[in-house]
T-cell receptor
Framework: DSGVTQTPKHLITATGQRVTLRCSPR?????VYWYQQSLDQGLQFLIQ???????AKGNILERFSAQQFPDLHSELNLSSLELGDSALYFC???????????????FGPGTRLTVL | GENVEQHPSTLSVQEGDSAVIKCTYS??????FPWYKQELGKRPQLIID?????GEKKDQRIAVTLNKTAKHFSLHITETQPEDSAVYFC?????????????FGKGTHLIIQP
């Protein structure tokens, strides 16, 4: 158990809908990262938040957004869902995530999203 | 942006033998190289990592080597056991701009034959 929690474990929804995935980082960690894992794209970095502020963006679609709250938990919002958005979504956390940091990232158990 | 290539995609070894997985990266500014093990449907678990000021790191049966000049790094698993069977991912991060997101290779499916 990494100490990172994610809810829900599974999510089944229809095309065009909107969903919210939730992540709680390890106690004391300030940085949260979101990753998408699919068979064709592999593991891809989406976005990073550090202490409530967006720090870095990866391959995140405009239909997707995220935020980190004062208690440091984070939510990933996926809207106008398409079949191709079906994937495992992982959250990871690290202590700092400062620009010069190379912190170890610990992954949560993931949320499996199925879009029908 | 960073690009990480990983080889081979599948590796089958006899139990007790050694396994080697190799990765190359493109961004010379990258300075952190972790390796994750992932079992089917589970989260990636960090097994070892190396930073650019170190050339080699060992942890029991697992070792990682880094060649910054050639921009490649490798995972070595000795005395393989059935529980080593999983998908292994290399990754790189720390390149300029303050982005700490990991760029992953495509993964290596390691199969340990009894």
């Amino acid at each position: 158990d990494s100490g990172v929690t994610q809810t829900p474990k599974h999510l089944i929804t229809a095309t065009g809908q909107r969903v919210t995935l939730r992540c709680s980082p390890r106690s004391g960690d300030l940085s949260v990262y979101w990753y998408q894992q699919s068979l064709d794209q592999g593991l891809q970095f989406l976005i990073q938040y550090y202490n409530g502020e967006e720090r870095a963006k990866g391959n995140i679609l405009e239909r997707f957004s995220a935020q980190q709250f004062p208690d440091l938990h984070s939510e990933l919002n996926l809207s106008s869902l398409e079949l191709g958005d079906s994937a495992l979504y992982f959250c990871a956390s690290s202590p700092f995530g400062r620009p010069t940091s190379t912190d170890t990232q610990y992954f949560g158990p993931g949320t499996r999203l199925t879009v029908l | 942006g960073e690009n990480v290539e990983q080889h081979p995609s599948t590796l089958s070894v006899q139990e007790g033998d050694s396994a080697v997985i190799k990765c190359t990266y493109s961004d010379s500014a990258s300075n952190y190289f972790p390796w994750y093990k992932q079992e089917l449907g589970k989260r990636p678990q960090l097994i070892i990592d190396i930073r650019s000021n170190v050339g080699e790191k060992k942890d029991q049966r697992i070792a990682v080597t880094l060649n910054k000049t050639a921009k490649h790094f490798s995972l070595h698993i000795t005395e393989t056991q059935p529980e080593d069977s999983a998908v292994y991912f290399c990754a790189a991060s720390g390149s300029g701009g303050g982005a700490d997101g990991l760029t992953f290779g495509k993964g290596t499916h390691l199969i340990i034959q009894p």
